[in-house]
């Protein structure tokens, strides 16, 4: 196929439980509680929140709630003491951290031509240099500010729900993409917009909600479950270990405010009954 400017396509892929075996923001904790960032109580809550997000996965209302929490929460953090955290563990944490499923059906479509676009409400800061260790043309992902080496507390794009979808759009009207013959795959109801936007949508690993939606709109299922090394050794002297290095910040930081809003508002429900 012939794919000039208005015919190229894209395969959009969600990160986690799509791509990735866990979830990216949730995985950090016990190394920023060793730098004294996090209290022991939100070590726990990091814990049990991992556990569920493997289970059960967030709703809408756990994600936006988990945003609102981030702003507040991240505010003064220092960028440098969050590396040499990352530094410290990164290794042990990202390994082994892909889905081979995912990796194959990454290697299909470029062989096909078509470009790869990770599409994640995690933080640039983790899905960029995941993304090129895994050959992504484009990253779309959540954006945390940044002034004078501290976290301001702000989040200046969140790619997340609907947004993706807007995202997307955006990008295919700068690439050329035809979306009506790209593709898409997540494990999420909360993306159905970035599933609904494409001509091929898959669903992967859903959670009960998005899989009662394929079933109603006739989407294929894939279930991936062989968790592989995504580099085989990833050493942090190298450029893309380097990179992977001063990135995986916003990831930790997502993944305690994460933790602690799952269970605050466990809580909160518990007490309503």
């Excluded at 949730?26 to 929140?49: D, I, K, T």
């Excluded at 470009?115 to 995941?130: L, M, Q």
């Excluded at 085989?232 to 997502?254: F, I, M, N, Y």
Aim: with cysteine; glycine share 6%; aromatic share 8%.
């Amino acid at each position: 196929m012939d794919r000039t400017a208005g015919c190229r396509e894209a395969a959009f892929f969600d990160l986690d439980k799509t791509i990735i075996a866990k979830s990216s923001t949730l995985a950090f904790s016990r190394p920023f509680f060793a730098e004294g960032l996090l209290s022991r109580r939100a070590v726990l809550r990091s814990a049990y929140a991992q556990f569920m997000f493997a289970v059960s996965g967030a709703d809408h209302d756990q994600l936006e709630k988990m945003r609102a929490y981030l702003t507040r929460m991240v505010t003064g953090w220092d960028v440098a003491t969050v590396r040499q955290a990352v530094a410290e563990t990164l290794h042990a944490i990202i390994d082994p951290l892909v889905y081979d499923e995912a990796v194959e059906l990454i290697a299909e479509h470029r062989a096909a031509g078509r470009d790869i676009v990770i599409v994640s409400a995690s933080g640039s800061e983790v899905v960029e240099p995941i993304g090129a260790l895994l050959g992504a043309d484009v990253v779309i992902a959540t954006t945390l500010a940044i002034e004078d080496g501290r976290y301001t507390g702000e989040i200046e794009r969140y790619a997340y729900g609907p947004h993706k979808a807007e995202a997307m759009s955006e990008l295919a009207a700068e690439r050329g993409y035809d979306l009506a013959a790209s593709y898409a795959y997540s494990d999420s109801a909360t993306d159905l917009p970035m599933l609904e936007v494409v001509g091929h949508p898959f669903c992967v690993n859903p959670d009960k909600a998005l899989r009662k939606a394929a079933e109603e709109k006739d989407w294929p299922v894939l279930n991936f479950h062989r968790p592989v090394a995504l580099a085989s050794p990833l050493r942090l002297d190298t450029p893309v270990g380097k990179v992977v290095l001063a990135a995986a910040v916003a990831g930790a930081v997502a993944g305690a405010a994460a933790a602690a809003l799952y269970v605050t508002g466990r809580r909160v429900r518990s007490a309503s009954l």
